[in-house]
């Protein structure tokens, strides 16, 4: 394998495949933490209002928040990087002789929306 | 307990409410059956008891008592003999008339308490004990939980290395050697990635402490709706008892069916039950990460081992007197709910995990406060 072509397989990997990935993971803990805060909330609320309620949505929130933001992160860093090549891409002879073989990383990666944010 | 309350195991899911209902019904219809024999026995004895004067004479009735548990007994009647006779009424009369003010009083009674006033009190009285659902909560925690495994799984196994740790992925090594130089910060994005697992041990913790109580405020959620329904089986139990010495007393066997004069002290009947520790003791935060937690609604009855060791209603035996031991049974049960909550709150679990000598609000605030230490720091690509 070529300098180019571990320097190039390696960045479009991260911001195609890894990252994604990663991203994936947290967006989807983050969404079941919002799927979970809600009911619970809702129910401890039912049972006298109990101030507890309180302290669970406040946890779980921050919880959301973090997750969500290395979600934001692993987004924002495949994206940079999938930029940064595709710059690199577009200057570069043997870097677009790649690309052209691989066109499997054309286009913007496959990243997971914003989790979605609980109302608790 | 059990099935009936359904779970994350899937199953019918029965509301509580649905149990509790027809259990209102029962009681307040039983309690007005009671309420009318009272009544009827009070005529009875004013009756007996009437003070007559001269020229009048007594003779004996057959009473028949309506209702699930009704029964024939006899009762005297005066009647005036035929010298003394203003009214004109035979002595036929007579018994008649004092048949229907016996039958009138005990419908009367009845219905006071049939007529609809008297289950919304026991279902206002434990509304925030069976207006939660359990399963919902249980479902909730169970997501919770995966969670906490998966945080778990990520904590030291999952790669987040600096290129330099033996531990670093392939690709990240590779992306260092190759990374664009039109880039302005690759240390950023590989501090970042460092970074991960501790982030991921602190967010760990958190989803802990979070599913621990999240469990522990569903088990006793659950297991106060199953005291509930005990504690209305047995006043049902309680009633059909003192409606059965009433069939009983026809027999002139002795045995005197109201205990009318007995006092109700109502004593609470979850006193001597410290739950809190209990619940807490069932699911700390380090079995959060232990393993899945799973909250089985209703099962837990052990939890209460002596929940009807002192009810109220089973220290009473009229209508009024259950009733208002009853209420004041819903009404611990509503307060012991509220208490071993409170508890769940404000004791630190102690179970030797991180978060176990804070207590839950202090956690959550301390959470709250060190948001900035707590989020992944800047990448700048």
């Not at chain 2, 219809?29 to 004895?45: D, F, H, I, T, Y």
């Not at chain 2, 522990?216 to 709706?225: G, I, R």
């Not at chain 2, 002795?254 to 209990?278: C, R």
């Amino acid at each position: 394998m070529s300098e180019i072509d571990m320097k190039m397989s390696a960045i479009y990997t991260a911001a195609h495949d890894v990252l994604p990935e990663k991203a994936q993971d947290f967006w989807f803990y983050a969404e079941e933490v919002t799927g979970a805060i809600e009911p619970l909330t809702r129910e401890v609320a039912l049972a006298g209002n109990h101030p507890i309620g309180a302290d669970l949505a406040d946890l779980s929130v921050e919880l959301f928040v973090h997750l969500r933001a290395m979600e934001r992160t692993f987004k924002d860093s495949a994206t940079g990087l999938d930029d940064i090549a595709d710059d690199f891409v577009a200057v570069d002879g043997e870097a677009k002789a790649w690309f052209e073989k691989h066109q499997e990383y054309a286009g913007e990666p496959d990243l997971p929306s914003d989790a979605t944010a609980p109302e608790a | 307990m059990g099935d009936d309350y359904g779970g994350t195991g899937g199953g019918k899911h029965t509301p509580v409410i649905d149990r509790l209902d027809p259990l209102f019904t029962t009681i307040a219809k039983l309690l007005g059956e009671l309420a009318g024999n009272e009544a009827a026995l009070e005529v009875v004895r004013q009756e007996e008891e009437r003070d007559v004067g001269d020229g009048w004479s007594q003779d004996v009735t057959t009473l028949t008592y309506p209702g699930t548990y009704g029964f024939e007994t006899t009762a005297v009647y005066w009647y005036p003999d035929a010298e003394h006779n203003k009214s004109g009424d035979s002595p036929e009369e007579r018994r008649r008339t004092f048949e229907k003010a016996v039958d009138k009083a005990w419908h009367d009674a009845y219905d006071e308490w049939t007529s609809g006033s008297t289950e919304p009190v026991y279902r206002t009285t434990t509304q925030s004990v069976w207006e939660p659902d359990p399963v919902a909560m249980a479902d909730a925690t169970a997501d919770l939980s995966g969670l906490v495994q998966w945080l778990n799984s990520q904590v030291g196994a999952a790669g987040w290395a600096a290129t330099d740790d033996d531990q670093a992925p392939d690709w990240l090594v590779d992306l260092e050697k190759g990374w664009p130089a039109t880039s302005q910060s690759p240390q950023s994005f590989y501090a970042f990635w460092d970074d991960v697992n501790d982030k991921c041990a602190l967010y760990l913790n958190a989803a802990a402490r979070l599913t621990a109580t999240s469990a522990q405020v569903t088990a006793t959620v659950s297991d106060f709706q199953a005291n509930t329904v005990d504690v209305s089986k047995k006043t049902k139990s309680r009633v059909v008892d003192a409606l059965k010495k009433w069939q009983q007393w026809k027999y002139d066997s002795g045995s005197w069916p109201t205990g009318e004069l007995e006092d109700n002290d109502a004593p609470a009947i979850l006193g001597y039950v410290s739950y809190g520790a209990g619940v807490v003791g069932l699911y700390p935060p380090a079995a959060a990460i232990a393993g899945p937690i799973s909250v089985a609604a209703g099962t837990l009855s052990y939890l209460i081992p002596e929940q009807t060791k002192n009810m109220a209603a089973l220290h009473a035996a009229t209508a009024f007197g259950i009733h208002q031991g009853y209420v004041n049974d819903l009404d611990d049960v509503e307060s012991g709910m509220r208490a071993v909550i409170d508890t769940i709150q404000t004791e630190p679990p102690e179970d030797g995990s991180t978060t176990g000598s804070q207590d839950f609000t202090s956690f959550t605030a301390d959470v709250v406060g060190n948001r900035k230490d707590w989020s992944p720091p800047e990448v700048s690509l």
